[in-house]
């Protein structure tokens, strides 16, 4: 029997891994169709089914379950011995793919993808926003970012931004209208802002002042899952807002939001990048290693 395509078993171990054609197009670059029909000619050429589809889903077989097991690490030896090569020749190059929450990404991430690609051009940045703690390994990220309660065991974790700090705020009609709140539990019954996540959990808003914690769990009327929607229902006087204060920074400066409970607002520390400690990074991923320790050396104070 003649060797399986290497490209054929990369695709399959991407529908496999993601259990879905649409995600696996998507990452290696090609028509769903195209994807399928590589799939199917896959398995004859090997002579054994690896998916089995339905109209709604696609899942590999027990043939597949073993093949992608055993193929996995070998494919991912591949990438890293091609990524060595070229990092050999002074060019690190490659895909990396991070996983990283919508304020990691907004506030910390973004401002680094120009430098970062502009000194290594050979590298493709892909960067996923998502709040869900997700298996990165399984579903094939290269880092992702998380804060420091999120972080697993067996990661290597690198502070990947300086301390954060949440800000609540109102514009100045609503503190005209429900006065300026002197303490955490003077928000209750009055309108807020605040965060729903697409499972439906509310979190509460958590302040903290002289090693006391205040949990308040906000009431409405309104509730998003996008930061940028919050801060525009705030601005339009809807209610108080608790969020990162970079996203507001400048609106408080401007006098458009007034910061309130500013002494029950303590920082905390930044997001970190995390990858896995079982295997030896890509090279993609230890040029943005490199690049973050002089970014972080850069940085002001």
């Not at 590298?123 to 094939?140: F, K, M, R």
């Not at 400066?253 to 303590?266: H, I, K, N, T, Y």
Request: with cysteine; hydrophobic share 40%; glycine share 6%.
């Amino acid at each position: 029997m003649d060797h399986a395509d290497l490209r054929d078993l990369q695709a399959f171990a991407a529908v496999a891994r993601h259990r879905s054609f649409r995600r696996a197009a998507l990452e290696q670059r090609v028509s769903v169709s195209s994807l399928s029909q590589r799939m199917r000619e896959l398995e004859e050429h090997l002579g054994v089914r690896l998916l089995n589809r339905t109209t709604r889903s696609v899942a590999p077989t027990e043939a597949g379950e073993q093949l992608l097991r055993r193929l996995e690490p070998a494919l991912g030896e591949v990438a890293g011995a091609l990524s060595d090569l070229r990092e050999r020749q002074g060019r690190p190059a490659g895909r990396l793919r991070i996983n990283a929450p919508a304020p990691a990404a907004d506030l910390v991430l973004a401002p680094m993808v120009t430098p970062f690609l502009t000194r290594f051009p050979d590298v493709e940045l892909e960067i996923t926003v998502d709040i869900a703690l997700i298996d990165i390994v399984a579903q094939g990220y290269d880092a992702g970012v998380r804060y420091e309660e999120h972080l697993a065991q067996d990661m290597i974790a690198v502070p990947l931004g300086p301390p954060q700090r949440f800000v609540l705020c109102a514009a100045p009609s609503v503190l005209d209208r429900f006065g300026v709140p002197e303490r955490p539990e003077d928000l209750l019954g009055k309108p807020t802002v605040s965060t729903v996540y697409a499972s439906g959990a509310h979190p509460p808003w958590e302040f903290e002042k002289d090693g006391r914690t205040v949990r308040i769990q906000p009431g409405g009327p309104f509730h998003a899952g996008h930061t940028g929607i919050q801060i525009r229902a705030a601005l339009d006087g809807l209610g108080f807002l608790l969020t990162f204060d970079a996203y507001v920074r400048e609106h408080i400066a401007a006098g458009r939001l007034v910061a309130v409970l500013e002494d029950w607002s303590q920082s905390f520390p930044g997001p970190f990048l995390y990858y896995p400690s079982r295997r030896q990074p890509p090279a993609s991923l230890r040029a943005f290693l490199d690049f973050l320790k002089d970014w972080r050396r850069q940085a002001p104070p």
